[in-house]
Structure formats: structure tokens, C-alpha cells
T-cell receptor, first 112, second 112 residues
Framework: DAGITQSPRHKVTETGTPVTLRCHQT?????MYWYRQDPGHGLRLIHY???????DKGEVSDGYSVSRSKTEDFLLTLESATSSQTSVYFC???????????FGPGTRLTVT | GIQVEQSPPDLILQEGANSTLRCNFS?????LQWFHQNPWGQLINLFY???GTKQNGRLSATTVATERYSLLYISSSQTTDSGVYFC??????????????FGKGTKLSVIP
């Protein structure tokens, strides 16, 4: 199994509060991704990173920001959480160009 | 962006039966992957298969890139095969973004 962990695994927060989710990998892989999974929509890409301090937007990036100060860590921040951001968030990594993508265990976020 | 469509959306099988899942994509791809999400939510990479055929135990996959489809075959199904199967593709744009677009999945239920 790829060495990917996510923290926290579950979180309940109130509307308007900031939230940061962490993805940590031990594989030294270059590419890291954040997805959200919602019923009826499958998995949708939020942001991705192609190296330290190199990030770009995905399909559903509004309301989210990311940072990658170290190869092993990719942070997803909701500056002011809204109920529409209630979802399951997955981190993924891939090493070589075009190679397999591996997923972390997911974080279930509920915004009340 | 690229469109990825999977069929059927739902499938119920008797244990021991065989099945074929289909993935159609709207553009040329340089990256095509199949994933299995188990009932506990974990996403597992099954195949990286932008073209050709691969086999792994009871599972095999074929991608016909020129006709823009991929098939996942499950033989002698077991209850542990239950879950959702996702196809994901990255357009062969040459831009090197390595962003996967996911289909909405096929939910497979294998009954004893």
C-alpha cells in the first residue's frame, strides 16, 4: 500500500470557521491531488500540486486553497466553511508521469 | 475537458457470475485507470491501462484507444468484489497536467 495518510479522518465544524485538512505521504512522489466525493458527482479534482510550492486549480477550486511547503505534505484549507463543502475529501499521489494514482483513506467533513 | 461515461450505473450479480463494465471517453487519452471503491470507502487502483490489455487474477482490462473505450472484466465474481468501480482518464493534450477526470462509477453488488 502507498504510504498516504490523511488527518483528521472525521471532522464536524460550523459554518464560517476555517478548516485545514492534511495529506502526508512517505513515497517522495512529485504529484499530489485533492478530490471531493459527493453522491451523484463521483470524484472531482479540487487542486493539485506538481512540486513544492507548485500548485494549480482543478475543476471545483472555488472556496479552497492549498499549500505545499514540503514534498511530503499537501494541505487543503477551507477559509470559511459552508454547508456545500460537506463532503468526503480524498488525497492522492502519483509518482512518474502518467503512472498509477494512489489514494489516501479519506476525510469525512461535515459543516453544520 | 474530457468526458468520461460509465455503464451500467448499477449491476447485481450472483456469486460466481462474470461481468463486463464499460468506460467511454470523449477524447484521445494518455492515461486511463480503473479503481475499486470498497464498501468502507477505500479507493484501490486496479489498472493503469491507456491502451492494450492487462490481467490481474480474476480481473482484466482492455482499452481500445482508437475507439475511445475501455472495458473491465470480472470473472467468477465474489462478494468481496462488491463496491463501486471508477474509470478515470487524462486527455492526451501534451500539457503534462496529469489531471484525471472520473466517471460516475458502476455500483456492483455481488450476492451469495
Amino acid at each position: 500500500d502507498a504510504g498516504i495518510t490523511q488527518s483528521p479522518r472525521h471532522k464536524v465544524t460550523e459554518t464560517g470557521t476555517p478548516v485545514t485538512l492534511r495529506c502526508h505521504q512517505t513515497e517522495n512522489h512529485r504529484y499530489m491531488y485533492w478530490y471531493r466525493q459527493d453522491p451523484g458527482h463521483g470524484l472531482r479534482l479540487i487542486h493539485y500540486s506538481y512540486g513544492v510550492k507548485d500548485t494549480d486549480k482543478g475543476e471545483v477550486s472555488d472556496g479552497y486553497s492549498v499549500s505545499r511547503s514540503k514534498t511530503e505534505d499537501f494541505l487543503l484549507t477551507l477559509e470559511s466553511a459552508t454547508s456545500s463543502q460537506t463532503s468526503v475529501y480524498f488525497c492522492a499521489i502519483t509518482g512518474n508521469e502518467g503512472a498509477e494514482q494512489y489514494f489516501g483513506p479519506g476525510t469525512r467533513l461535515t459543516v453544520t | 475537458g474530457i468526458q468520461v461515461e460509465q455503464s451500467p450505473p448499477d449491476l447485481i450479480l450472483q456469486e460466481g457470475a462474470n461481468s463486463t463494465l464499460r468506460c467511454n471517453f470523449s477524447d484521445s487519452v494518455n492515461n486511463l485507470q480503473w479503481f475499486h471503491q470498497n464498501p468502507w470507502g477505500q479507493l484501490i487502483n486496479l489498472f493503469y491501462i491507456p491502451s492494450g490489455t492487462k490481467q490481474n487474477g480474476r480481473l482484466s482490462a482492455t482499452t481500445v484507444a482508437t475507439e475511445r473505450y475501455s472495458l473491465l472484466y470480472i470473472s467468477s465474481s465474489q462478494t468481496t468484489d462488491s463496491g463501486v468501480y471508477f474509470c478515470a482518464a487524462d486527455r492526451a493534450s501534451g500539457a503534462g497536467s496529469y489531471q484525471l477526470t472520473f466517471g460516475k462509477g458502476t455500483k456492483l453488488s455481488v450476492i451469495p
